[in-house]
């Protein structure tokens, strides 16, 4: 039981370039969601998804999009990485709104 | 969003209990307090989540307040591998949906 698997785990990309970061779970989970995370801080919400074939902003969606491919996969995608979008990237799971989440191990993404 | 205040940092010895607090004063009734905490820039990990009972499950205990406006997260024989960043969370209704939002959290220190 793999749990949530996220894709890579390590990326350096140049400013202007795109990108889109992968994350799959088995767990049959109804939501998911990307967070950002930058040294010292916690973690901020970039865009969520309720159920299967919606999708929903977060706290800083700025720059980003996402993309609920099934009830399994949901992508988050940089059209245009700029250096401030350097962070850890997290990708969450849940069953439902009630329950707790489960977390990925994060993709590392530095811009240059 | 019920906001949640916690203390930066804790020290905890070896083999004693940690008591963490969380104060959300303005904590509405059908808020859940939940509990994550972050090894090292590990993907985050859910460990407890309670409305206005006493919870307590294999890894924690939880202890709100009648008055719900403050809790305590104890960790009741602290390991070194317990040392994390906890996060308190307050989970609140959005207009579509549930998320959790993070705080910066409390930076347990166990030591040996």
């Known amino acids: 039981n793999a749990g949530v698997t996220q894709t890579p785990k390590f990326q350096v990309l140049k400013t202007g370039q795109s990108m889109t970061l992968q994350c799959a779970q088995d767990?049959?989970?109804?939501?998911m969601y990307w967070y950002r995370q930058d040294p010292g801080m916690g973690l901020r919400l970039i865009y969520y998804s309720a159920s299967e074939g919606t999708t929903d902003k977060g706290e800083v969606p700025n720059g980003y999009n996402v993309s609920r491919l099934n009830k399994r996969e949901f992508s988050l995608r940089l059209e245009s990485a700029a250096p401030s979008q350097t962070s850890v990237y997290f990708c969450a799971s849940s069953l439902s709104d009630r329950y707790g989440y489960t977390f990925g191990s994060g993709t590392r993404l530095t811009v240059v | 969003d019920a906001k949640t205040t916690q203390p930066p940092s804790m020290d905890c010895a070896e083999g004693r209990a940690a008591n963490l607090p969380c104060n959300h004063s303005t904590i509405s009734g059908n808020e859940y307090v939940y509990w994550y905490r972050q090894i090292h820039s590990q993907g985050p990990q859910y460990i407890i989540h309670g409305l206005k009972n006493n919870e307590t499950n294999e890894m924690a205990s939880l202890i709100i307040t009648e008055d719900r406006k403050s809790s305590t997260l104890i960790l009741p024989h602290a390991t070194l591998r317990d040392t994390a960043v906890y996060y308190c969370?307050?989970?609140?209704?959005?207009?579509?949906?549930?998320?959790?939002?993070f705080g910066t959290g409390t930076s347990l220190t166990v030591i040996p």
């Open positions: 969370i307050v989970r609140g209704q959005q207009n579509t949906g549930n998320q959790f939002y």
């Open positions: 767990m049959n989970h109804n939501s």
